[in-house]
């Protein structure tokens, strides 16, 4: 038997092939094809490639944090070279990364909004009779606006109405001790507002004396921001949100390591080796209560609270500022981003691959540049994300109705079509779709299986096709997915 031939390796193992010579029957079974490497499968007589990688990569069932990091998987990967890069060659060096910090220097007065609200007219109390007053933070709103057509269409109707500010202080809305944080006021250029009928923006003022929090969000676990869910309180999760690491488009980068980013976040580049992220000036940051700054500083090792870089006010701001860089700077321009806003963003921003601790090779949220379907954060192979977190205070175990209307919107096991169609198309992750969770910020990971499966629809609304079987009714469904959910086959 002729041997194969591995030809045309590239990133993307989707796309490697194999020359076969098909005048030979090569195989019967799938371990007749095992020599050849990269996991080929036999089929009708000839290993046919499977796509597989990258190099050593784990093929089997994930268990330990390194197989679920290291699985086999038709992702595209981009390496970040740390030892041609930061010299760092053997594993001492690249441990001796993470011990590696300075403190950050003092880069002057945070600079104002690159746009100016307008100035409310309306009184948010008069908007509509029912009010749940939210705050937390600047990544909520696309969820906010998913949810409102269904908070409109309840008995009784609610309007939610939200005051950005950070998780942390999303979270102190409700857990902190002193019962003043749990009141939200008016803020110049940065007010509240709320989505009219039309799904339209529109800011209002709220009482003079503050308005008390229904709802504080957080995109991290309360403890990362020093609380705790104590008696008359709770804590729900929503949809999956993944956080990057994005440059301008115009900039060479497509790849960052664990221990540069280290360096550049917790030692402002370390005098240089970072290069080309060698000028704080350009970190294009949060502050260190936005779940954007908390789970990027989680994932590199860096204490939240001692990140380098320039708050950027709000997830929209930091975009606009990284959008009107000065092209000549732009290599040296690195910022902190949530996966839904880079998305949307993807004309003038690139999201860097993360080549985690142990990787030797780094993974986008997508399973390619091209893409949106976040395949890397719903099977492990991407860290950075967490839980949207709804804290609210209880009664006997139960949210009052206000809080009640727009939590169980996205608690209930099976959500409502329209908000995951709404939830994906934000950027998210409905918790139907992914195949991991933790149970901790950046925790261990294990495999997941969602009492109600939703993941060949959310491949279908992103991807435009899904491999399942279609269906309208579970009689319609049979084997291994007996389940017929939002239209498609699913385990259960």
């Not at 002729?2 to 010579?21: E, K, P």
């Not at 089997?60 to 030892?83: I, M, R």
């Not at 950046?442 to 992103?462: E, H, I, K, N, W």
């Amino acid at each position: 038997m002729r041997a194969l031939i591995l030809i045309g390796l590239s990133c993307s193992w989707a796309s490697c092939s194999l020359t076969v010579d098909t005048n030979v029957t090569q195989c019967s079974l799938d371990s007749d094809c095992v020599h050849f490497g990269s996991h080929p499968s036999c089929q009708a007589g000839v290993c046919v490639s499977s796509g597989l990688g990258p190099p050593n990569c784990f093929f089997g069932v994930p268990v330990e944090q390194s197989d679920f990091a290291n699985q086999c998987t038709t992702s595209q990967t981009l390496q970040f070279d740390n030892c041609a890069r930061l010299n760092m060659c053997d594993d001492t060096s690249l441990a001796a990364a993470f011990t590696t910090s300075a403190p950050p220097a003092n880069l002057g007065t945070i600079p104002p909004p690159v746009t100016n609200q307008p100035v409310p007219t309306v009184n948010c109390i008069d908007v509509a009779p029912n009010l749940i007053y939210i705050t937390g933070s600047t990544n909520l709103p696309p969820l906010i606006k998913a949810v409102q057509p269904l908070l409109y269409a309840g008995a009784p109707p609610y309007v939610a109405v939200f005051a950005p500010q950070t998780s942390c202080k999303g979270a102190g809305s409700i857990l902190d001790p002193d019962v003043t944080k749990h009141v939200i006021k008016n803020i110049v250029n940065n007010s509240a507002f709320y989505y009219d009928s039309t799904g339209a923006q529109q800011f209002c003022l709220l009482d003079v004396a503050g308005n008390t929090v229904d709802i504080g969000e957080s995109d991290v676990y309360p403890a990362s921001c020093s609380y705790s869910v104590v008696t008359n309180t709770a804590d729900y999760l929503g949809p999956i949100q993944a956080i990057t690491m994005v440059v301008p488009s115009s900039s060479k980068q497509n790849a960052i390591s664990a221990e540069a980013a280290h360096l550049v976040f917790g030692a402002g580049g370390d005098n240089g080796r970072a290069s080309p992220w060698s000028d704080a000036h350009f970190y294009f940051t949060r502050s260190s209560g936005t779940g954007t700054t908390q789970l990027v500083a989680r994932a590199t090792t860096v204490d939240p609270a001692m990140v380098w870089g320039i708050d950027r006010l709000s997830a929209a701001n930091l975009v606009a500022s990284m959008e009107a860089i000065d092209p000549s700077v732009a290599e040296s321009v690195i910022g902190l981003l949530s996966s839904d806003f880079a998305d949307k963003g993807r004309a003038n921003l690139r999201e860097l691959a993360f080549q985690q601790r142990g990787q030797t090779y780094g993974y986008l949220p997508d399973s390619s540049v091209e893409t949106f379907d976040k395949a890397n954060v719903r099977d492990g192979h991407y860290p950075i994300w967490g839980a949207i977190h709804l804290i609210t205070a209880t009664t006997n175990g139960v949210p009052s109705q206000a809080a009640s209307s727009l939590i169980t919107q996205f608690t209930v096991p099976k959500l409502d079509p329209q908000l995951v169609s709404a939830i994906i198309d934000s950027g998210f992750v409905p918790p139907c779709a992914m195949k991991v969770n933790h149970t901790s910020e950046l925790g261990s990971l294990a495999a997941f299986t969602p009492a109600f499966g939703c993941s060949c629809f959310y491949d279908q609304r992103v991807n435009g096709k899904s491999s399942c079987t279609a269906c309208t009714g579970n009689g319609e469904c049979s084997g291994s997915t007996p389940a017929c959910n939002y239209g498609f086959c699913e385990a259960q």
